[in-house]
């Protein structure tokens, strides 16, 4: 990631001398997406402003919470009462793969809504936001423009919105992605035993001789079924790791311990973004 800012003191843009024009420069690592920012301080922050980074934090340190739980395998709880000998270790979470999808959504629709308070701080900050295009030259561009260059934000949409609306009103992609179902990696668990009411509450639970934390794995399908985008979570880290560069950019994180917390946090879901695959070894993918 590349950071520049450079300050000049503009003239023929404002026709006023003295006043400060800020060109605040981000290069993505893969050199696709180079976004541009000018501002000109025409006041001091007005109080709009300041409970709109304060909602945006709000959001950040949600988003990162849910994170936290998501991308970290099962654990598995204290022995449970059952025969010697017996699997005895019941696996936290496992029990409905609906709540582990419903988890799921709502993350996808924390990252994809964190664009509506950005939207709001570009204006009330008064920032025209740019782009380079093809010819090298810079372009107007909006926060509603960027999305549309991150396939998996826009996977994030329509799958917020498919649970919010029941349908596709207006879809971001031609895909209409759904979730899978679930899989569990017990290869360390030892003897797994499964208790499950498939007719009732389609909730059970799975217990392991073994209490090694348990990952699992949902996809992100096409609604046809024909186009896998690998696995949930990452595909939404990743959607959630294009706004970093552009929430670094708007200034929304100062140097308060509230701030640090966020920006450390962010910068451990950029490394899990830079070392981490939607998909497994050896599959023959097209990654985004």
């Known amino acids: 990631m ?13 026709n006023k001398p003295g006043r400060v024009c800020n060109w605040i420069n981000i290069e993505e690592a893969t050199g696709k997406n180079e976004t541009m920012a000018k501002l000109i301080q025409k006041q001091p922050i ?17 988003i990162i919470r849910q994170w936290n739980k998501l991308h970290k395998p099962l654990r598995c709880s204290e022995k449970v009462n059952v025969p010697e000998g017996a699997p005895c270790y019941r696996i936290e979470g496992a029990q409905s793969y609906e709540e582990l999808h419903e988890l799921l959504l709502r993350f996808a629709g924390s990252v994809w809504q964190l664009k509506d308070r950005l939207k709001l701080l570009v204006k009330a900050k008064g920032l025209e936001l740019r782009e380079t295009v093809s ?15 991150s396939p998996n934000l826009l996977l994030c949409a329509d799958l917020y919105n498919t649970k919010k609306h029941g349908k596709l009103n ?7 992605p759904i979730l899978n179902g679930i899989s569990f990696d017990t290869s360390k668990s030892g003897v797994i035993g499964i208790n499950y009411d498939g007719q009732a509450s389609r909730t059970g639970d799975i217990v392991a001789t073994n209490p090694e934390p348990v990952s699992c794995r949902i996809e992100i399908l096409s609604g046809d079924g024909k186009n896998c985008f690998g696995d949930a979570v990452v595909v939404i880290t990743r959607g959630f790791g294009y ?6 950019q708007l200034g929304v994180l100062g140097d308060e311990p509230e ?16 070392k981490t695959s939607p998909f497994k070894s050896g599959e023959n993918v097209v990654d985004f």
Request: charged letters at 25%; proline letters at 3%; one cysteine or more.
């Open 243 to 248: 706004w970093i560069p552009v929430i670094r």
């Open 259 to 274: 701030s640090r917390w966020i920006a450390d946090n962010l910068c451990r879901i950029e490394e899990y973004i830079g």
């Open 2 to 14: 590349i950071l520049n800012v450079c300050s000049v003191v503009c003239k023929k843009l404002c």
């Open 170 to 176: 207006h879809p971001r992609t031609n895909f209409s």
């Open 46 to 62: 007005s109080q709009s402003t300041e409970n709109l980074v304060s909602e945006i934090k709000k959001e950040l340190r949600s």
């Open 135 to 149: 010819n090298g030259k810079q372009a107007r561009t909006s926060i509603e423009k960027m999305v549309t260059k």
